[in-house]
């Protein structure tokens, strides 16, 4: 009998590879020395030829530094450290950072004026509702259950209102006869 558990079958998961600043400098440095040298095989391209000796320059200037900050180990440290931030650490360091809630802020970039305005509108009321439950003496858990019904009637209305303020224009249907 077969053991399914046993599977054979392989998936090829490259490795990313990531340039350090060093190597990113050092093939900047390459570019603009073989486009140099490019250019400096044809006559009548002095004029070219400095503006790209001046780049040349530069990027040997960039790339000194980046050997210089490569030898430094504590500057290493410190990148790999912003590198871990930057990537699979971003959502370790940013919840730890956090002191009153456990989850990020909502994503609000896709909303217009408009929305944004009646989002702020609703958290206002939503912050009178649970004043006013705390003054009757409601317990936390029924403000939390209400709350939660508003909300989703909130939403329900806005979805409702949005299909009917449509133009007409967005109805497939509109203009066929």
Same mark, same amino acid.
Request: no cysteine; hydrophobic share 30%.
């Given at each position: 009998?077969?053991?399914?558990?046993?599977?054979?079958? /392989?998936? /090829?998961?490259?490795? *990313?590879?990531?340039?350090?600043?060093?190597?990113?400098?050092?093939?900047?440095? =390459?570019?603009?020395?073989? %486009?140099?040298?490019?250019?400096?095989?044809?006559?009548?391209?002095?004029?070219?030829?400095? #503006?790209?000796?001046?780049? $040349? &320059?530069?990027?040997?200037?960039? /790339?000194?530094?980046?050997?210089?900050?490569?030898?430094?180990?504590?500057?290493? *440290?410190?990148?790999?450290?912003?590198?871990?931030?930057?990537?699979?650490?971003?959502?370790?360091?940013?919840?730890?950072? =956090?002191?009153?809630?456990?989850?990020?802020?909502?994503?609000?970039?896709?909303?217009?004026?408009? *929305?944004?305005?009646?989002?702020?509108? #609703? *958290?206002?009321?939503?912050?009178? /509702?649970?004043?006013? &439950?705390?003054?009757?003496?409601? +317990?936390?858990?029924?403000?939390? $259950?209400? @709350?939660?019904?508003?909300?989703?009637?909130?939403?329900?209305?806005?979805?409702?209102? +949005?299909?009917?303020? %449509?133009? @007409?224009?967005?109805?497939?249907?509109?203009?066929?006869?």
């Amino acid at each position: 009998m077969e053991d399914v558990s046993d599977d054979d079958t /392989f998936t /090829f998961i490259p490795a *990313q590879v990531r340039l350090t600043p060093y190597d990113r400098r050092l093939r900047e440095l =390459r570019i603009w020395e073989e %486009r140099y040298d490019e250019l400096a095989k044809h006559p009548n391209n002095e004029r070219r030829l400095a #503006g790209l000796g001046y780049k $040349v &320059r530069e990027a040997k200037k960039r /790339f000194e530094e980046e050997k210089r900050r490569d030898a430094d180990d504590g500057w290493r *440290q410190r990148r790999n450290v912003d590198v871990w931030r930057a990537g699979e650490g971003r959502e370790i360091r940013n919840a730890s950072r =956090r002191k009153v809630r456990s989850k990020p802020n909502e994503d609000l970039s896709h909303l217009t004026a408009e *929305q944004k305005k009646a989002r702020a509108r #609703g *958290q206002r009321a939503d912050a009178n /509702f649970i004043k006013r &439950r705390t003054r009757e003496g409601m +317990s936390e858990a029924d403000i939390e $259950v209400a @709350l939660e019904l508003r909300r989703r009637e909130r939403i329900a209305k806005l979805a409702t209102k +949005s299909l009917v303020d %449509r133009p @007409l224009a967005d109805n497939p249907g509109y203009g066929m006869f």
